[in-house]
């Protein structure tokens, strides 16, 4: 399984961004995949996960309402849509892809990811 991020860059408060994560591997449309994002000093935290077979998703409570993540089956490929940010936004966004072929509630710890892209870097300006 292999993970490419990108669509990472400098916004300024209140503004948005895509996030885009191409996958490829035999297991990637079966486990959920995520994105986590990772301040300097803080731990790797979970932002969003979604489904490929059901499209269902879970998001953490910081972001409800401002991120949307999806995906395409076609391009084999996960978007996180990243509305109204804010200083508190910024951070290193990883996508990942879960160890198991679960559903996307509870799926929320980094343990329970097996595969990781390499993180793109998302900085908003206050």
């Known amino acids: 399984v292999q993970l490419q991020a990108s669509g990472g860059g400098l916004v300024q408060a209140g503004g948005s961004l895509r996030l885009s994560c191409i996958t490829s591997?035999?297991?990637?449309?079966?486990?959920?995949t995520a994105w986590f994002r990772q301040a300097p000093g803080r731990e790797r935290d979970f932002v969003a996960a979604?489904?490929?077979?059901?499209?269902?998703?879970n998001y953490a409570d910081s972001v409800k309402g401002r991120f949307t993540i999806s995906r395409d089956n076609a391009k084999n490929t996960v978007y996180l849509q990243m509305n109204s940010l804010n200083a508190e936004d910024t951070a290193v966004y990883y996508c990942?892809?879960?160890?198991?072929?679960?559903?996307?509630?509870?799926?929320?710890?980094?343990?329970?990811?097996?595969?990781w892209g390499q993180g793109t870097q998302v900085t908003v300006s206050s």
């Open positions: 979604i489904s490929w077979k059901s499209g269902s998703t």
């Open positions: 591997g035999r297991t990637i449309k079966l486990n959920p």
């Open positions: 990942a892809v879960a160890k198991y072929p679960v559903g996307t509630e509870g799926l929320t710890m980094a343990y329970q990811y097996g595969y």
